[in-house]
T-cell receptor, first 114, second 110 residues
Framework: DGGITQSPKYLFRKEGQNVTLSCEQN?????MYWYRQDPGQGLRLIYY???????QKGDIAEGYSVSREKKESFPLTVTSAQKNPTAFYLC?????????????FGQGTRLTVV | QKEVEQNSGPLSVPEGAIASLNCTYS??????FFWYRQYSGKSPELIMS????GDKEDGRFTAQLNKASQYVSLLIRDSQPSDSATYLC??????????FGAGTILRVKS
């Protein structure tokens, strides 16, 4: 089945740790996105990538890093510089890279700082 | 001004009624508009996309777009309790990124 797979579903991070969230898609989509959602709030764009080996910062990129070495993979690292990382993280992909086609989401990763 | 704005609600409608959800956006050059539904604790799922002025219908859902007024709406006819969710409006901004509104909570009461 084609789709977007995020792992893990739940992740616990200790203070000062870096953690990496996985996002893989087999839809052959060019564009991939990472969003953060806090309770009762909408989605905020962290990073997006329109093509392999290229990515741009979104509205809240501080404390996060990404890579796009393969078309199907767009991992997100939450670094220790991100002071309030507890949130629901959503990865999405779309056919074209300009945000002008439908984006489809993975099931999300819920990150909690312990 | 936020790039994409929605009334947070909650919007409460009785079962069988029409629910009307609204969204405004700041980028006059935006060309692509999407409505997503998100159940609590789940990821958003796409309901409708609309690219041209006017109405687009799909089953009980109708999306309406007015680019001159920078306004997009979603109508849900014959609302059902299973439609109770948060509805997110998403707009292509600056020609290269997809920006979401904060969402409107819809409650359909049986």
């Amino acid at each position: 089945d084609g789709g977007i797979t995020q792992s893990p579903k739940y992740l616990f991070r200790k203070e000062g740790q870096n953690v990496t969230l996985s996002c893989e898609q087999n839809l052959n989509h060019d564009a991939m996105y990472w969003y953060r959602q806090d309770p009762g709030q909408g989605l905020r764009l962290i990073y997006y990538s329109q093509i392999v080996n290229d990515f741009q910062k979104g509205d809240i990129a501080e404390g996060y890093s990404v890579s796009r070495e393969k078309k199907e993979s767009f991992p997100l690292t939450v670094t220790s510089a991100q002071k309030n990382p507890t949130a629901f993280y959503l990865c999405a992909s779309s056919i074209a890279g300009l945000g002008d086609t439908e984006a489809f989401f993975g099931q999300g990763t819920r990150l909690t700082v312990v | 001004q936020k790039e994409v704005e929605q009334n947070s609600g909650p919007l409460s409608v009785p079962e069988g009624a029409i629910a009307s959800l609204n969204c405004t956006y700041s980028d006059r050059g935006s060309q692509s508009f999407f409505w997503y539904r998100q159940y609590s604790g789940k990821s958003p799922e796409l309901i409708m996309s609309i690219y041209s002025n006017g109405d687009k219908e799909d089953g009980r859902f109708t999306a309406q777009l007015n680019k001159a007024s920078q306004y997009v709406s979603l109508l849900i006819r014959d609302s059902q309790p299973s439609d109770s969710a948060t509805y997110l409006c998403a707009v292509n901004i600056d020609g290269n990124k997809l920006v979401f509104g904060a969402g409107t909570i819809l409650r359909v009461k049986s």
